[in-house]
């Protein structure tokens, strides 16, 4: 499966059994070359719409979860090394999820650029 997009500016990715999730090259735009993650933790689980983590730089931005599910593991990698998060959002993985279930559509990377063409 392609990546899809959630409006808040993530991007999901299936694998077998879960789903890797990422912000999107928008996101790090908005993000200052410093800043702090703060990643969520192992088997929390979380509801589509819910503060996962956050990242704080010149900006706020919350991480907001697209999906219904729980964490499995979180790219601890970004906590001592976070320069590949800014330099190549999309093999940059924040977080994996199990246990999910979609509750609302996502966008595909086509309607996801229709879609900052309004922002």
Not at 12 to 30: E, F, H, L, M, P
Request: aromatic share 12%.
């Amino acid at each position: 499966m392609s990546l899809r997009y959630s409006k808040n500016h993530c991007w999901i990715k299936k694998t077998d059994n879960s789903i890797v999730v990422g912000i999107s090259d928008y996101a790090c735009k908005q993000i200052c070359n410093n800043f702090i993650l703060n990643l969520p933790d192992e088997d929390e689980e979380f509801r589509a719409g819910d503060v996962v983590c956050d990242i704080e730089s010149c900006k706020y931005f919350e991480v907001i979860s697209p999906v219904n599910g729980k964490i499995l593991k979180v790219n601890d990698s970004l906590l001592y090394d976070a320069s590949s998060l800014l330099s190549d959002p999309y093999d940059s993985w924040l977080f994996e999820m199990t246990d999910v279930a979609f509750t609302q559509e996502l966008l595909s990377a086509t309607e996801y650029a229709d879609y900052l063409t309004m922002l």
